[in-house]
């Protein structure tokens, strides 16, 4: 009767690599999703180079979201690739939070486009700072669990895991914020937007305590 509790307990027990996989899938449908929304330009068959060059500095605003948007993407997975690799175990609750980051990470390319469509537009402004607001308390909630869960590795020293996550909640307030600048003045907001993935592009190394 022991071996096979023992059993069942182990078939419900969730792989990181399995999470992983998944999670790798995802990001990059959500990456590909952002390049879809960037179109050729119409213009008539005899067009001119002026015009061409006119038509694409019209879209500055769709290549800047998209380079952001991307950015900010390819942030999330540096940073969801090493926090599963530093993890010992997975449990069923991680499953969910993992999810609920990737709900976010496949929604952002619809704000992308509509920012990029109207970039100095209140409203579009405040749907990309929500969005992103979102995404970050959910990779924050995931890693929160991680650590009230135990699923780190026992090497890891625990002020190193609490710094990351503390370093990890400064995104969502600022993006917050972002959401409150749009109606005051929308240049702060856009700013933002351009500022949060620069504090984030190097993610904060996890060292073991074996490591030299």
Same mark, same amino acid.
């Given at each position: 009767?022991?071996?096979?509790?023992?059993?069942?307990?182990?078939?419900?027990?969730?792989?990181?690599?399995?999470?992983?996989?998944?999670?790798?899938?995802?990001?990059?449908?959500?990456? &590909?999703?952002?390049?879809?929304? $960037?179109?050729?330009?119409? $213009?008539?068959?005899?067009?001119?180079?002026?015009?061409?060059?006119?038509?694409?500095?019209?879209?500055?605003?769709?290549? &800047?979201?998209?380079?952001?948007?991307?950015?900010?993407?390819?942030?999330?997975?540096?940073?969801?690739?090493?926090?599963?690799?530093?993890?010992?175990?997975?449990?069923?609750?991680?499953?969910?939070?993992?999810?609920? $980051?990737?709900?976010?990470?496949?929604?952002?390319?619809?704000? &992308?486009?509509?920012?990029?469509?109207?970039?100095?537009?209140?409203?579009?402004?405040? $749907?990309?700072? &929500?969005?992103?607001?979102?995404?970050?308390?959910?990779?924050?909630?995931?890693?929160?669990?991680?650590?009230?869960?135990?699923?780190?590795?026992?090497?890891?020293?625990?002020?190193?895991?609490?710094?990351?996550?503390?370093?990890?909640?400064?995104?969502?307030?600022?993006?917050?914020?972002?959401?409150?600048?749009?109606?005051?003045?929308?240049?702060?907001?856009?700013?933002?937007?351009?500022?949060?993935?620069?504090?984030?592009?190097?993610?904060?190394?996890?060292?073991?305590?074996?490591?030299?």
């Amino acid at each position: 009767m022991e071996n096979k509790q023992n059993i069942k307990e182990k078939e419900f027990s969730p792989s990181t690599n399995r999470i992983e996989a998944f999670s790798d899938g995802v990001f990059a449908i959500a990456l &590909t999703l952002l390049v879809l929304e $960037l179109r050729v330009p119409e $213009l008539v068959s005899s067009f001119t180079n002026s015009e061409a060059l006119a038509a694409l500095y019209n879209m500055l605003p769709k290549f &800047t979201g998209f380079i952001v948007s991307f950015v900010v993407i390819a942030i999330y997975w540096v940073n969801h690739h090493q926090l599963f690799q530093s993890l010992e175990k997975a449990d069923r609750p991680l499953l969910w939070f993992n999810n609920f $980051l990737l709900f976010w990470m496949c929604f952002i390319p619809f704000p &992308t486009a509509f920012i990029g469509e109207y970039p100095l537009k209140i409203i579009p402004v405040m $749907l990309y700072g &929500t969005v992103l607001t979102l995404a970050g308390i959910s990779f924050n909630l995931m890693a929160r669990h991680c650590i009230k869960a135990g699923l780190f590795k026992k090497t890891i020293p625990f002020s190193r895991i609490l710094k990351g996550a503390k370093r990890g909640s400064i995104g969502p307030v600022i993006y917050f914020a972002s959401i409150i600048a749009a109606p005051i003045y929308i240049y702060i907001s856009l700013a933002i937007f351009i500022l949060v993935p620069v504090l984030y592009f190097i993610p904060q190394k996890i060292v073991e305590e074996n490591e030299e």
